[in-house]
């Protein structure tokens, strides 16, 4: 049931940069139109019917610039049927239409009504008008869907994208450009012979299709190509990487021939923005949803090739062990840019003040005896208990009782990263109270800036600082693996104006 693919067989493709078709009250204008196609993944494999904006895969990146808003529309001119099997037992699924779209721009500082809220979705024939202004440092976004039930289903059918925001700051610090700054979109698929995109849909307790605790595929599929190659020159290149991928995580080292050196690489920013200085690299870590800012230096390895592996296994799905190869061409070729040795001011969010609130990552079993994922042991559509004023700071105390590494999202803000702390989970499962059998840790140095979606690790709690602005509404958080985020593992938080005295703070 799988075809046999030959490696680094096709080149990587770039995707383009989407223009606005006009402008409203003299802002620029987008449409963005979702549709299915079909498109080529690799070269020994037929067309694979795909769902794209734009009639593209991945989605074309949408360039902004800040403190200039945008107005996108997004248009679902999807078909009335899904093509990938949806379990109708699940929240949002059950009475709803199988095909229902709402986009979401992972990582942007919005009003509640454009950020794709996972219950305002649209179906085939409508379209939904939102308003981005980019009041935020320049940093590498990416916009995906978020339709409660079914946002596994609908970004591993191919609805991700990348929206980059651009500033002063960046144009000054003189990076790898042009066509040497390179998008990284990274994600694992798999395939039935006949090249269509296999998702599975087992019978679990009489539940057929039965949603899954997490989707591996045994295809590394970057930029919408199987394990594509890239030649580049012996130079320095700036790459944005995404981990678009619905649960595997990523742990990326170049590999070469023994005992040649390997690309020096170095990470520039983080999901938010930015480092204050760069890191150099040995690996890189990346949970889905992550994303990465790096400088990779091919100078002086003419003629080399390289190939991006893949350490990370998971605990159960195959392994990935290689994503795409690098070769490095020997064209003489001038390199003007810069690796800055000061790249960003970066200030610590005052925590002294700070409310604090425990948020616990739990897994039970639902009503089938599947595994249930859940924050704070309550559902997506249970009352909202987080509550928080506009500009306040708050820390959250993230409690991993699981076995796994779970990347937590917060929509509407970007945070820091104070600590990670180990804990006796047998004793807080027990009594409730937090055990420490270690002292706090330190956030890694290429994770020391601002960040929307955090890695709480297993059996610890992660603290965040949040500072909540600069909108008021209802807002999603949740795990973002995507097989969990469908299962509960989602709650909203309100930011408003003032607080009630009579509810939870």
């Not at 899904?82 to 949002?92: A, E, N, R, S």
């Not at 840790?441 to 800036?449: A, S």
């Not at 693996?481 to 909203?492: G, K, N, S, T, V």
């Amino acid at each position: 049931m799988a075809p046999n693919l030959e490696k680094f067989k096709d080149p990587l493709p770039i995707p383009k940069v989407i223009r606005p078709v006009g402008s409203k009250k003299w802002i620029p204008y987008y449409e963005l139109e979702m549709s299915e196609f079909y498109v080529n993944l690799h070269s020994d494999m037929p067309d694979t019917k795909v769902w794209g904006y734009e009639k593209s895969y991945p989605g074309p990146i949408i360039e902004a610039y800040k403190d200039q808003p945008i107005y996108v529309r997004w248009i679902n001119n999807l078909p009335e049927k899904h093509f990938l099997p949806i379990d109708k037992t699940i929240h949002g699924a059950m009475d709803n239409p199988e095909v229902r779209t709402v986009v979401h721009l992972h990582g942007l500082n919005v009003r509640p009504d454009s950020d794709g809220w996972p219950d305002d979705w649209f179906t085939p024939g409508e379209s939904a008008l939102y308003y981005y202004p980019n009041k935020q440092q320049a940093a590498t976004l990416w916009y995906h869907d978020h339709a409660v039930g079914i946002t596994r289903l609908n970004v591993y059918a191919g609805l991700v994208g990348l929206y980059i925001i651009r500033d002063k700051r960046e144009e000054r610090l003189n990076l790898p450009s042009g066509e040497y700054e390179i998008p990284l979109i990274i994600q694992d698929k798999q395939f039935n012979d006949d090249g269509s995109l296999f998702y599975p849909a087992p019978n679990n307790n009489g539940i057929e299709p039965s949603i899954v605790p997490g989707f591996f595929g045994n295809y590394a599929v970057v930029n919408g190509k199987v394990w594509p190659y890239l030649i580049v020159k012996p130079r320095k290149y700036r790459f944005r990487i995404l981990n678009g991928s619905n649960s595997r995580a990523y742990k990326l080292r170049f590999s070469g021939e023994p005992g040649k050196i390997l690309p020096a690489w170095y990470q520039i920013g983080t999901d938010g923005g930015f480092l204050e200085r760069p890191v150099k690299l040995d690996s890189l870590f990346l949970l889905p949803a992550e994303r990465a800012d790096v400088i990779v230096d091919f100078t002086g390895l003419n003629n080399g090739t390289f190939t991006l592996i893949n350490e990370e296994i998971p605990a159960f799905g195959p392994p990935l062990p290689e994503i795409m190869q690098f070769r490095v061409s020997d064209t003489p070729v001038e390199d003007d840019s810069s690796l800055p040795l000061k790249l960003n001011e970066i200030e610590p969010i005052p925590i002294k003040k700070a409310t604090e609130r425990n948020i616990e990552l739990f897994v039970g079993q639902d009503q089938f005896g599947r595994p249930f994922f859940t924050i704070d042991r309550q559902k997506w559509t249970d009352p909202v208990t987080i509550k928080t004023k506009l500009g306040n700071v708050e820390v959250w105390n993230i409690i991993n009782t699981g076995a796994a590494a779970h990347p937590i999202h917060l929509h509407l803000v970007q945070f820091q990263i104070l600590n990670r702390q180990p804990f006796d989970v047998q004793e807080y499962n027990a009594t409730g109270t937090l055990k420490f059998i270690g002292p706090p840790v330190l956030p890694d140095e290429n994770e020391k800036g601002w960040k929307d979606t955090v890695r709480a690790d297993p059996g610890h709690v992660t603290r965040i600082a949040i500072r909540f602005g600069d909108f008021t509404g209802l807002y999603p958080f949740h795990c973002h693996i995507l097989e969990h985020e469908d299962h509960e593992m989602m709650r909203p938080f309100e930011v408003m104006k003032s607080v009630p005295f009579n509810t939870e703070t």
